[in-house]
């Protein structure tokens, strides 16, 4: 045995578990990767601090513990709920005729966006809406998934489609119809597995979207919770997040200029899809030009400081003559310029991976989380936020009203005056033998 090997049997040689010749050996290694500048010196510190830090700690103790019964009971729970989606029923689906979006090819655009669900949860998502698809009623067209809100419970999904017919009796002065801010119809979920339910969410009226923008609030995860803010919002949180829906639709949603036509023959004017032959000519334009905000124009009209599409209907007074307004609110024309101020674009990929095959990326600076994506033929818009607006100033709750102030005569249209003090006892002594016969 030579020398070398003898020396190293020896520093082996320790009943406690560890020897110095492995401490040797991990003292070294850690000086050839800190390379201190004063090893020498500090030769006893960095034999201290290795003992306490080894570099080969106990494989054991680093390995993950196996879940508990519990744990391993809600992850089957789980699985058999999102495996139920996965199954192939025996009889096909009777099919109802609503076409529901292909997000999985909507997401090769938006993951360029920096927007992603996963790939295992936008599957489930994805046969998620195919589920919701098969139980709505045929006349429900143009389902889209317009993207979800977080909470500070479980998030919303959300999908969109054009509302099948219009509420009765509503009063158009108080709540727009199909041909306004309830074009849409908005369906919730909270999650992809197979028993979450779809619930649809109510019409919005023009007071709760004006009242929304007069306060900011994290949502809670619950439909049916209340709304404390001021000034009082009517209804519960289902209205507040579809109010926060209809102002981030008529803001967020843009399109690459060309695709739609304003529609005069309508009423009122809205817009639809062009489809003149002419477009295959201009379509689809480099992603460079998609850069410039003059390439894109809003295709869902804005709103308007009533929280309303349409003209405000012809409001009379008691005796039935029309009542004319100083300074009429004007609805927003439709397809509307970008304010360049409120959006970002890019190129994705750019610089040296630019190619014909890129997209362009618009991201809304006003509504952080909302972004456009156009590649070729195509554009998806999206959304993926908290459902608040960015403000430049920092938000202040409203002042309450002011106090009421003390009466005066001019209230009651006559002056006071003063009873003269009453001078009789309210409570005279009671006559001793009073009341006895």
Same mark, same amino acid.
């Given at each position: 045995?030579?020398?070398?090997?003898?020396?190293?049997?020896?520093?082996?040689?320790? %009943?406690?578990?560890?020897?110095?010749?492995?401490?040797?050996?991990?003292?070294?290694?850690?000086?050839?990767?800190?390379?201190?500048?004063?090893?020498?010196?500090?030769?006893?510190?960095?034999? %201290?601090?290795?003992?306490?830090?080894?570099?080969?700690?106990?494989?054991?103790?680093?390995?993950?513990?196996?879940?508990?019964?519990?744990?391993?009971?809600?992850?089957?729970?789980?699985? %058999?709920?999102?495996?139920?989606?996965?199954?192939?029923?025996?009889?096909?689906?009777?099919?109802?005729?609503?076409?529901?979006?292909?997000?999985?090819?909507?997401?090769?655009?938006?993951?360029?966006?920096?927007?992603?669900?996963?790939?295992?949860?936008?599957?489930?998502? +994805?046969?998620?809406?195919?589920?919701?698809?098969?139980?709505?009623?045929?006349?429900?067209?143009?389902?889209?998934?317009?993207?979800? *809100?977080?909470?500070?419970?479980?998030? +919303?999904?959300?999908?969109?489609?054009?509302?099948?017919?219009?509420?009765?009796?509503?009063?158009?002065?108080?709540?727009?119809?199909?041909?306004?801010?309830?074009?849409?119809?908005?369906?919730?979920?909270?999650?992809?597995?197979?028993?979450?339910?779809?619930?649809?969410?109510?019409?919005?009226?023009?007071?709760?979207?004006?009242?929304?923008?007069?306060?900011?609030?994290?949502?809670?995860?619950?439909?049916?919770?209340?709304?404390?803010?001021?000034?009082?919002?009517?209804?519960?949180?289902?209205?507040?997040?579809?109010?926060?829906?209809?102002?981030?639709?008529?803001?967020?949603?843009?399109?690459?200029?060309? +695709?739609?036509?304003?529609?005069?023959?309508?009423?009122?004017?809205?817009?639809?899809?062009?489809?003149?032959?002419? *477009?295959?000519?201009?379509?689809?334009?480099?992603?460079?030009?998609?850069?410039?905000?003059?390439?894109?124009?809003?295709?869902?009209?804005?709103?308007?400081?009533?929280?309303?599409?349409?003209?405000?209907?012809?409001?009379?007074?008691?005796?039935?003559?029309? *009542?004319?307004?100083?300074?009429?609110?004007?609805?927003?024309?439709?397809?509307?310029?970008?304010?360049?101020?409120?959006?970002?674009?890019?190129?994705?990929?750019?610089?040296?991976?630019?190619?014909?095959?890129?997209?362009?990326?618009?991201?809304?600076?006003?509504?952080?989380?909302?972004?456009?994506?156009?590649?070729?033929?195509?554009?998806?818009?999206?959304?993926?936020?908290?459902?608040?607006?960015?403000?430049?100033?920092?938000?202040?709750?409203?002042?309450?009203?002011?106090?009421?102030?003390?009466?005066?005569?001019?209230?009651?249209?006559?002056?006071?005056?003063?009873?003269?003090?009453?001078?009789?006892?309210?409570?005279?002594?009671?006559?001793?033998? %009073?009341?006895?016969?």
């Amino acid at each position: 045995m030579s020398s070398l090997q003898e020396l190293r049997q020896v520093l082996k040689e320790d %009943a406690s578990g560890r020897n110095l010749y492995d401490h040797l050996t991990e003292v070294l290694m850690k000086l050839l990767i800190e390379r201190p500048a004063n090893a020498f010196d500090n030769f006893e510190l960095i034999s %201290a601090d290795t003992k306490l830090n080894p570099l080969n700690p106990d494989p054991e103790k680093g390995r993950p513990l196996p879940p508990s019964g519990a744990e391993l009971a809600q992850m089957q729970a789980w699985t %058999a709920k999102c495996a139920s989606l996965l199954k192939v029923p025996d009889e096909p689906p009777e099919d109802s005729g609503v076409k529901y979006p292909d997000i999985l090819d909507d997401a090769n655009l938006l993951e360029w966006a920096g927007f992603s669900l996963g790939k295992s949860e936008l599957y489930r998502f +994805y046969l998620s809406i195919k589920k919701l698809a098969e139980g709505l009623p045929g006349d429900v067209t143009a389902l889209r998934f317009f993207g979800k *809100i977080h909470t500070r419970g479980a998030s +919303y999904f959300i999908v969109e489609g054009l509302s099948p017919e219009d509420e009765e009796g509503i009063n158009e002065s108080l709540q727009e119809g199909r041909n306004g801010v309830n074009k849409y119809a908005y369906w919730v979920t909270q999650s992809t597995e197979a028993s979450q339910p779809w619930v649809k969410l109510p019409n919005v009226t023009g007071a709760q979207i004006t009242i929304s923008r007069q306060f900011k609030r994290f949502l809670t995860g619950n439909l049916e919770a209340a709304v404390p803010s001021y000034p009082p919002f009517p209804g519960v949180e289902k209205n507040l997040l579809r109010a926060i829906i209809a102002r981030i639709v008529g803001a967020t949603s843009i399109s690459p200029d060309g +695709y739609f036509l304003v529609d005069d023959e309508a009423d009122p004017p809205g817009v639809k899809p062009n489809e003149n032959e002419a *477009i295959n000519e201009t379509f689809p334009k480099a992603a460079a030009d998609l850069k410039d905000p003059e390439a894109w124009k809003h295709h869902e009209i804005d709103l308007n400081k009533l929280g309303r599409v349409l003209k405000l209907p012809e409001q009379t007074d008691e005796s039935g003559e029309p *009542i004319v307004e100083e300074d009429p609110v004007e609805p927003n024309p439709p397809l509307n310029s970008l304010t360049p101020e409120l959006w970002t674009f890019r190129v994705a990929p750019g610089g040296s991976g630019a190619a014909t095959g890129s997209c362009a990326v618009a991201k809304s600076l006003s509504w952080p989380g909302a972004v456009a994506v156009a590649g070729g033929r195509k554009w998806v818009n999206v959304y993926c936020g908290w459902g608040i607006p960015y403000e430049a100033s920092r938000y202040n709750p409203p002042l309450p009203g002011p106090i009421q102030t003390e009466w005066s005569p001019a209230d009651e249209g006559a002056a006071l005056v003063e009873q003269q003090d009453k001078r009789v006892d309210p409570t005279p002594p009671v006559v001793e033998g %009073a009341g006895e016969e």
